[in-house]
């Protein structure tokens, strides 16, 4: 299986700061790389896709980019329904799929 | 709306088995992968496996292919997980969830299924 190593494993942060937050692949994934988002007690949801598009409805301020191993998700301009957990997922290997430990970005 | 409704939380014992169903409603079933994703408490999220509803045909995770059984009912538009031979470290939050046909990308999810496997 491909291994996604994400960094850091959380992160304190400010309202109005901006995170970076990185997600490393054991091989070349190409731009198969997913973002999702989770707040306590919910199910995840989709937030990047494809390295750098937005799913429907997520702010501009969430910016993807990367390509073969390395990849980050930068969030300018925090606000306070950000702080969550948020996870990087390769859906390059389709019957091995894999996802980061997770970043918890806290207030 | 487009959502995914999975059953209630569920306690098994150790070596018993678990189903999990998972109800699709507001697009076709038939067009979109059903995934198994879960998550132990604290922990991060574990592809299980997946099954294309319009053939039946799944691809289970290497690490459960001895353990996990996925099946659907296209007149229900249901999809189903069964987990056998239950330890407690498979106590978790079962999450269903949706792909398009051609990718993994994951853009709709359920709201979990907590399972506990306690004596």
């Not at chain 1, 960094?7 to 973002?35: H, K, M």
């Not at chain 1, 306590?40 to 409805?57: D, F, I, M, T, W």
């Not at chain 1, 997520?58 to 990849?71: A, E, H």
């Not at chain 2, 999990?20 to 995934?35: E, L, N, R």
Request: glycine share 10%; charged share 15%.
């Amino acid at each position: 299986d491909i291994q996604m190593t994400q960094s850091p494993s959380s992160l304190s942060a400010s309202v109005g700061d901006r995170v970076t937050i990185t997600c490393r692949a054991s091989q070349s994934i190409f731009t198969y790389l997913n973002w999702y988002q989770q707040k306590p007690g919910k199910a995840p949801e989709l937030l990047v896709y494809a390295v750098s598009n937005l799913q429907s409805g997520v702010p501009l301020r969430f910016i993807g980019s990367g390509s073969g191993t390395d990849f980050t998700l930068t969030i300018t301009n925090l606000q306070l329904q950000d702080f969550a957990t948020y996870y990087c997922q390769q859906s390059f290997n389709t019957l091995g799929i894999t996802f980061g430990q997770g970043t918890r970005l806290e207030i | 709306q487009e959502q995914l409704v999975q059953s209630g939380a569920d306690v098994k014992k150790p070596g018993a088995s678990v189903k999990v169903s998972c109800k699709a409603s507001g697009y076709t079933f038939t067009g979109y992968y059903i995934h198994w994703v879960r998550q132990a408490p604290g922990q991060g999220l574990e592809w299980m496996g997946r099954i294309n509803p319009n053939s039946g045909g799944t691809d289970p995770a290497q690490k459960f292919q001895d353990r996990v059984t996925m099946t659907r009912d296209t007149s229900l538009n249901t999809a189903y997980m069964e987990l056998s031979s239950l330890r407690s470290d498979d106590t978790a939050v079962y999450f269903c969830a949706r792909s398009p046909l051609f990718g993994a990308i994951i853009d709709l999810w359920g709201r979990g299924t907590l399972v506990t496997v306690s004596s």
